[in-house]
Structure formats: C-alpha cells, structure tokens
T-cell receptor, first 117, second 117 residues
C-alpha cells in the first residue's frame, strides 16, 4: 500500500517570500502521478500542480513549482512570491498509474500554510 | 457552471439516525468518488464508481453504502450514524474516458460537514 507523509503540520511566511512544503511517499510502483491540492478556508479542493513520475523535468505552474526526487521518493512544492490568497491547507497526493479503472488518490495529512501581510 | 454539487452542506444527526448525502455532477463524468476528511488527516476514499450501476469499496468503506442509479448522481448513505462518522465528506468526479484519462484531475465538490451527536 502507498503512503504519503507531510512532516510540516503548519508553516507561516511573510507575503512575497518563497516557501517550500515537503512531501515524501512510499511505493513500490514505478509509474505513478503526484499532485498538490490546495484547500482554502472555503473548503474547496483545488488542483495546484501535478507530476508524472516518468518525466524527469519538474512541473511548474506560474508561481508554483515542484522538486521531484524519484529515487528519494520526495515531492516538495515551492511557492514563489507568496500572496495572501495562498493561505490554505495544502495536500500532497499519490496516484498509481492505471491502464483502466478509477483513479485512487492517497493523500498526505496536509500542511496549513499562512501568508502574513 | 455547476460542476460537482453536494447536498446538504451541513447536517447534524443523532446516533442511530440514517441519512443520504447526494452528489451531482453535470460534466458527463464516468467516475465518481466519496471521501471523508478528518482533522489532521488527508482525504480518505470511502467508495467509488466507474459508471452507472457500478460501485466499489475504497479505503474506509465500513458503515457506508453507495448507489449510482443515474450517471450524474452518486449517493452516500449512512444507515445507522455513529459519532466516529463525524467528518467532512467530499465528492469528486473524473471524465474517465479518452486517451490518458488516468491523468485527468478529479473535480471536487465543496464538501458536506456532518456531525453525529
């Protein structure tokens, strides 16, 4: 079974700073996807970024980027130029690659990020 | 632009009561999922469905039943509610068709906060 661990329950930074959220996972699979989801106080789950394990290049989405270390089973999220609207709970998630059949996401415990003005 | 809609948004039940949570999606998605989110934990998969008339167990299915009589609706039932089922429940869906469908992001509803007294 896969497990996902986020070792930072809470983080806090000043607006415009850069922050990195950590995520490690355990799997015996070789092909899989990794995701970061954002959950603001509104409770909505929003996909921030995703990474395919077979791609060596780290995914980027505007101010969000990841550092994917497959051998170390590490998947950290970097937020550059942080904004007040980035305040949220962030979840790391793992999904085994399925040829067919439903996706089954395995989530970490979450990191509560607060951006201070 | 409804997406995934969950009904109700809040509910308080007494131990032993029954209720049904409704999830409706208007995106013609094949796959639908029910998760629960507890404090200090990420989302955990309860049940899922890969199409109308089909359901399957997820990670934490005990105490819940589901039905997918119509493609657009996925119902989660609690036959005899217990305090341990106090949680926030999320529904999600994915298209589940076409090339690389396993790579499609899950679309989440806004959650239902359920308290069992």
């Amino acid at each position: 079974a896969q497990t996902v661990t986020q070792s930072q329950p809470e983080m806090s930074v000043q607006e415009a700073e850069t922050v990195t959220l950590s995520c490690t996972y355990d799997t015996s699979e070789n092909n899989y996807y990794l995701f970061w989801y954002k959950q603001p106080p509104s409770r909505q789950m929003i996909l921030v970024i995703r990474q395919e394990a077979y791609k060596q290049q780290n995914a980027t989405e505007n101010r969000f980027s990841v550092n994917f270390q497959k051998a170390a089973k590490s998947f950290s999220l970097k937020i550059s130029d942080s904004q007040l609207g980035d305040t949220a709970m962030y979840f790391c998630a793992f999904m085994k690659l399925h040829i067919q059949g439903a996706q089954k996401l395995v989530f970490g415990q979450g990191t509560r990020l607060t951006i201070n003005p | 632009n409804a997406g995934v809609t969950q009904t109700p948004k809040f509910r308080v039940l007494k131990t032993g009561q029954s209720m049904t949570l409704l999830c409706a999606q208007d995106m013609n998605h094949e796959y639908m999922y029910w998760y629960r989110q507890d404090p200090g934990m990420g989302l955990r998969l309860i049940h899922y469905s890969v199409g109308e008339g089909t359901t399957a167990k997820g990670e934490v299915p005990d105490g819940y039943n589901v039905s997918r009589l119509k493609k657009q609706n996925f119902l989660l039932g609690l036959e005899s509610a217990a305090p341990s089922q106090t949680s926030v429940y999320f529904c999600a869906s994915t298209l589940g068709q076409g090339p690389f469908y396993s790579n499609q992001p899950q679309h989440f509803g806004d959650g239902t906060r359920l308290s069992i007294l």
